[in-house]
């Protein structure tokens, strides 16, 4: 029994200190601030954001414009046969159907294919410039998106970028 009287006195001051620095700890803290008279000012303000964000959001634009007034893109087409198909993500492009030729460029997602050489394939870059891919990492077109999806290769934009047609039936 003295024991735990032992105990309990020795543990007093250290309760003491906590219920005092919980008593500070209560007293520091501010009171919450009342609301300012410009804060219903700056509500209104964006309520009145929201109202006009809503109604540009939810406007009637009318019927889209007819296809044939939309100007086709302009690009030069490819020489040769090329076919879209998709490819292995962050593989290595080389200037030659060789592995240990340098790399030109890295794959992601399709590309516009040719014939296969040597276990290389060979692919058409940006600005009509040729580069080989391992064929083992090309399989058929799949976009992930639209997963019955058409897609073909036209050539290049006037900006080099290749021009692929995507087309969902």
Known sequence: MNL???????AL?????????????AQSETP???????MGQEMKHL??????????????????????SIPHTKFTPAHGFWQ??????????????????????ITYGWLAAGPETAGFTKVHLARGKIGYVRSSYIHPFHDKLAPHAICTFDGDQPSGINLFDIRTP
């Open 84 to 105: 879209c198909l998709s490819v292995d993500d962050y593989k290595h492009i080389h200037s030659a159907p060789s592995g240990s030729s340098p790399a030109v460029g």
């Open 4 to 10: 735990s009287k032992t105990k309990l006195l020795a």
């Open 47 to 68: 309520d009145q954001l929201s109202n006009e964000n809503n109604a540009l959001v939810h406007r009637n634009w009318g019927p889209p414009p007819p296809q044939s």
């Open 13 to 25: 001051p250290g309760l003491a200190l906590l219920a005092s620095t919980g008593c500070a700890l």
């Open 32 to 38: 919450p601030q009342p609301i300012q008279p410009h």
